[in-house]
């Protein structure tokens, strides 16, 4: 197993480019099961979860390769194949979007239940209420959901539950309303980039989907699906993950291939906390920061809000912001693994309900953590770039899943970040509690904080 060692108080420096959307290029592999046609899909970025689809896929009866210049060729070639088994969901929850595509085309799917996970419960009760209004019937046995309908009839169907509307619940839907004989309607459909994304590679196969970006989707459907060649959508959440890197360490960062109209709350929230954003050319941002930042209050909500997604970064962000802040995630009121981790490191924060309260420290001090969850992880390497001394990030195949190399980004923005295996002796020798330290070393000349005073009372005694 990896983990990151992370020598905190670098500022980032330097110029990254953006990969394509993990979140948009899931759903759009799986939707190429749908379609008659090959595909090719372009920037779609090598991490964890886009492999363990493509292993998927491949058991689906398609021909799946990455060719010499990254992109990504797909194409049915056995259209038996309907099951999806647990070994493989159990690991990537995003494989839930290959049963909308095989109900449409192969009339039959099986999947395994993904269960539930580290950031909250994740029911499907909503895409099985959407596949069983446009005609498919629908049991659950042994653990799997078996889905099996003739040609899909269009409905109307509404998908709005107890958090907001559902995005791969609404991939699955379109996907198979684009499919199905007549017309659907899908109100309270997600609005988010990534389901847009979705929308416009179906549309550019021969699809009839209109309301792409609003809650209220029209869907004629039509008899077949070609294939196309598409470029996946910038990922929104790596960006706003390496802006809050630039701020966090008072860095000067310039993002490529970032599409800030994506972005809209999350740049309104950074400004409010002080940090500067400009555009300085066609999908390009520079990043800085003058000055102190302020605590601010942030709600995490379905699309235009601020993601859910990039929550557990602010929370890192606002732990070392002097202040009192308070952030609530109304799309997963539970994911908030990271925040005790977050205090390891010096954070105080307190969970109320869907929400934690953070009385932002001046600087957080390293320490060994453990990442929970693709978010957390992320949230946790911030803490340590930022954080004064070292700080060991354990368990990053959670990080893997969702970034790709992320270390290598930050390496080349002048960050002190190793991946190393997990083991004994790569363990950083100032994390070690037998190595002697000074109370000034570990207090450092502008450490005041007053957990990290507590701990070095403890240690010295
Ligand atoms: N929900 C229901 N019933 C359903 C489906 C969802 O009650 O049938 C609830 C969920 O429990 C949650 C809320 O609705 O409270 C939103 O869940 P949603 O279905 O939108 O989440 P998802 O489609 O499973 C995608 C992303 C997540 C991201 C969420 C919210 C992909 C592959 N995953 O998940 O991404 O957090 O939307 O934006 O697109 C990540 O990338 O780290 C990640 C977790």
Redesign the pocket.
């Known amino acids: 197993m990896d983990m990151f060692v992370i020598r905190g108080g670098t500022p980032l420096a330097g110029t990254v480019t953006i990969n394509g959307a993990?979140?948009a290029a899931?759903p759009i592999m799986a939707a190429a099961l749908a379609s008659s046609g090959p595909s090719v899909l372009q920037d779609v970025p090598d991490l964890v979860d886009v492999r363990t689809l493509c292993k998927l896929l491949s058991e689906l009866g398609m021909n799946v390769n990455r060719d010499a210049s990254g992109d990504l060729r797909l194409e049915v070639v056995d259209d038996r194949p309907h099951a999806a088994d647990y070994e493989l969901v159990r690991t990537m929850?995003?494989s839930v979007c290959v049963l909308g595509p095989l109900l449409a085309r192969r009339g039959r799917a099986c999947i395994s239940l993904p269960g539930g996970c580290n950031?909250?419960?994740?029911?499907?009760?909503?895409?099985l209420k959407g596949l069983a209004a446009l005609g498919a019937d629908i049991r659950v046995e042994r653990g799997y959901v078996i889905a099996e309908a003739g040609r899909l009839r269009g409905a109307r169907i509404y998908l709005g539950?107890?958090?907001?509307?559902?995005?791969?619940?609404t991939c699955n839907i379109m996907v198979a309303a684009a499919l199905a004989r007549g017309k659907t309607t899908i109100e309270s459909a997600?609005c988010?980039p990534?389901v847009v994304d979705l929308g416009n590679y179906l549309n550019n196969m021969g699809a009839r989907i209109s309301g792409l970006g609003t809650p209220f989707l029209e869907i004629d459907g039509v008899e077949e699906l070609t294939g196309t060649t598409h470029r996946i959508v910038p990922d929104r959440?790596e960006a706003a993950t390496l802006m809050i890197a630039a701020a966090v360490t008072n860095g000067d960062v310039e993002l490529k291939n970032v599409r800030s109209q994506h972005l809209t709350a999350v740049l309104e929230k950074l400004s409010e906390i002080g940090v500067k954003i400009a555009n300085v050319g066609e999908n390009r941002l520079r990043i800085t920061t003058s000055g102190e930042l302020r605590a601010a209050d942030c709600i995490a909500l379905p699309y235009p809000g601020i993601?859910?997604?990039v929550q557990a970064q602010l929370m890192s962000l606002l732990a070392c912001t002097p202040g009192i802040s308070v952030i609530t995630d109304k799309?997963?009121p539970d994911r908030f693994m990271h925040a005790a981790e977050l205090a390891r490191m010096g954070a105080m924060i307190r969970r109320e309900g869907p929400s934690a309260i953070i009385n932002g420290a001046g600087q957080l001090s390293g320490a060994a953590v453990m990442a929970s969850d693709?978010?957390a992880s992320a949230a946790l390497v911030i803490a340590g770039l930022s954080a004064q001394g070292d700080s060991a990030i354990r368990r990053i195949y959670h990080l893997d899943r969702?970034y790709e190399r992320l270390e290598r980004k930050l390496r080349q923005l002048g960050a002190h970040i190793e991946r190393v295996e997990d083991r004994a002796d790569t363990f950083p020798h100032s994390l070690r509690l037998d190595q002697p330290q000074t109370a000034a070393e570990l207090t450092g000349p502008h450490w005041s904080h007053p957990i990290a005073n507590t701990t070095s009372q403890k240690r010295s005694a």
């Open positions: 993990k979140n899931l929850r995003a950031i909250g419960d994740r029911p499907i009760d909503l895409h539950g107890p958090f907001g509307s559902t995005v791969t619940g997600a988010e990534e959440i993601p859910t997604d799309v997963f693709l978010r969702g």
